[in-house]
């Protein structure tokens, strides 16, 4: 049986890390991967949180950088316990998911879609309107995958700073 395609395309590698700064460092400067917008995801601005469907309030410090239209997101985890926390534990750094384009859906619709075949979110949150979710899907795919939904003409808000200095215009 042919099930219904979710993924659309990959769109972006995310890495998790012990030190972004070091982190930001060895990409730009080794790999020439930026700028790169920095953002600290925290209440207030991040609302939703979510562990394994259990409200749990947790906080990142990510940064943000394309080559192409490939998104490349190095995070940090903060305060509180987090899958990114997890991962650290577990596997060290390194890459922690991939972040996928299922079409014109809902989160909510992805969410069950994702669900109905064996994987429930693991991790959710929102950042001003800005939904995410992780599933559990290392398990049986050996990684993670996210998805992120926006509203038509939601933007991204300005960096809290960039590195190694804001994009030309």
């Not at 601005?45 to 192409?68: E, F, Q």
């Amino acid at each position: 049986m042919t099930e219904t395609p979710l993924v659309r395309t990959v769109t972006q590698v995310g890495i998790v890390v012990r030190d972004i700064d070091r982190a930001l460092a060895e990409y730009t400067h080794k790999l020439g991967i930026g700028p790169w917008r920095v953002y600290t995801y925290a209440p207030p601005r991040l609302t939703g949180m979510r562990i394994r469907g259990v409200d749990t309030p947790y906080s990142m410090k990510l940064a943000l950088a394309w080559t192409g239209d490939m998104m490349w997101e190095l995070i940090q985890p903060l305060d509180g316990p987090s899958i990114y926390q997890e991962f650290l534990r577990d596997h060290g750094e390194g890459i922690h998911h991939a972040m996928v384009d299922c079409g014109a859906r809902t989160l909510a619709e992805v969410k069950a879609e994702f669900a109905a075949r064996g994987w429930p979110a693991l991790m959710e949150g929102n950042f001003l309107g800005s939904q995410y979710a992780y599933f559990e899907t290392e398990g049986s795919l050996t990684t993670t995958i996210e998805v992120r939904w926006s509203a038509p003409g939601w933007q991204r808000p300005e960096p809290d700073y960039w590195y190694p200095a804001p994009a030309e215009a």
